[in-house]
Every structure is written in C-alpha cells, then in structure tokens.
C-alpha cells in the first residue's frame, strides 16, 4: 500500500507560469516532507522541505504548501523555467527525518516548454 | 563542499555473484542512507547507518547488507545476486538542521544483474 502517491505521471506547462506538482500521504505520523528534482542518470536533487508544524515554506521561486487535514502537499513553482524540467518526487517521514528510510512517492515528470 | 560520491557509477555482474558499492557522505555528516530505485517499485529504502551503526532497516531480504566506517564512509554489499536486483543504487547522507534531517544524495551506481 502507497503511503506517499503523486496521482500526476506527468505535466506539460509554458515557460513563466506556474506549475503546481501535488502529493498526497496516507501516515498521520508523518512530520516531516520533502521534495526532490531528479535528472536522468543523475541523484535526486533536495529542493524544499516542511515541517508538519508549518502550513508553507518559501525558497525562491519554489513554495511548499502543507495540508494536514487533508494528507496533501503541493510544491508550486513560479515562474517556471525550461531548466525545471524533470521528474520531481515528494517524500516524507517521521521522526523528523531521522534515521532515514524516507517514503517516496512515483515522481511527477514536469515538462516545461519555451 | 564537495557532495554524495559513490563508486563506481556502473557495474554489471551476473547472477549468484555479489556486489560491493562505496559511499562517501558530504564531509561532517555522520548518517549515511541507501535506497533502491526501479521502475515498478520507484525509490526504497534500504537501510540507514549513522556512527558505524545499523540504525534502521527497510523491507529487504538479508543478501542486502551494509556497513560504514569510521570516517562515515559506507558500503552496500548485495550478495547471491538475482536479476531482479538490477536497479540504481543511491546513497545519501544528512544533516540535521533545526532538528530535522534532510537527506543529500549522491549520483547513484546503476547495477545491471545478467
């Protein structure tokens, strides 16, 4: 059973408008999430992440949204750039993050056209 | 400071052999993760070692083991190989920050089983 599901495989978006990428979570325990961007043959990249005590977190042009009521998180970024695309994963974890074994979900490949 | 590296980045191997891959975390982090990632499963946990310790296991048979030293390095040994094994072998290594630990991943070793 998914803990962590991105429902989007994938999504199209024009350079300079925003992309909104969503995660949803089963685990109540869960407390704290992250989102990574993934290139081909390369590691995940960290972008973003958030506490469960908080409800957003802004980095540039990336923000993480958090609702708990609901098991969602959403990363928006504005403006979109074709250097964003790729395939992004949102995960998360209790304990903080301690002790590894974050729960990933199947990624969302993001393609953002000129 | 330099990031996650992990050798070698490509190996093939063929069934019943084993495998040993090398991590070596961002220098002053002292938790070292790994994860498994194929296409129908996505990312996994393997298992997590911080100061020489196996602090946390994930849901994989006993053929996959690990270490790490004590200068943080790890190693990730698969023994008895199987073609199922064949996937892109992560490493990540973490920082704790405001009491939450965000993982930093490396490039990967993809592991091509015959």
């Known amino acids: 059973d998914q803990q962590v599901k991105q429902n989007s495989p994938s999504l199209s978006v024009q350079e300079g408008r925003i992309s909104i990428l969503n995660c949803d979570y089963t685990?109540?325990?869960?407390?704290?999430f992250l989102w990574y961007k993934k290139y081909p043959a390369e590691g995940p990249t960290f972008l973003i992440s958030?506490?469960?005590?908080?409800d957003k977190n802004e980095d540039g042009r990336f923000t993480v949204f958090l609702n708990k009521s609901a098991k969602h998180l959403s990363l928006h970024i504005v403006p979109s750039q074709p250097g964003d695309s790729a395939v992004y994963f949102c995960?998360?974890?209790?304990?903080?993050?301690?002790?590894?074994?974050?729960?990933f979900g199947k990624g969302t490949k993001l393609s953002v056209k000129p | 400071k330099a990031g996650v590296t992990q050798t070698p980045r490509y190996l093939i191997k063929t069934r019943g052999q084993q495998v040993t891959l090398s991590c070596s975390p961002i220098s002053g982090h002292r938790s070292v993760s790994w994860y498994q990632q194929t296409p129908g499963q996505g990312l996994q946990f393997l298992f997590e070692?911080?100061?020489?310790?196996?602090?946390n296991k994930g849901n994989f048979p006993g053929r996959f083991s690990g270490r790490q030293f004590s200068n943080s390095r790890s190693e990730m040994n698969v023994s008895t190989l199987e073609l199922g094994d064949s996937a892109l072998y992560l490493c990540?290594?973490?920082?704790?920050?405001?009491?939450?630990?965000?993982?930093?991943f490396g490039p990967g070793t993809r592991l091509l089983v015959l």
């Open positions: 685990n109540s325990m869960f407390d704290y």
């Open positions: 070692y911080f100061s020489e310790t196996q602090r």
């Open positions: 995960a998360a974890s209790e304990w903080g993050g301690s002790q590894g074994n974050l729960i």
């Open positions: 990540a290594s973490s920082l704790v920050l405001a009491g939450q630990e965000t993982q930093y």
């Open positions: 958030i506490s469960s005590i908080k």
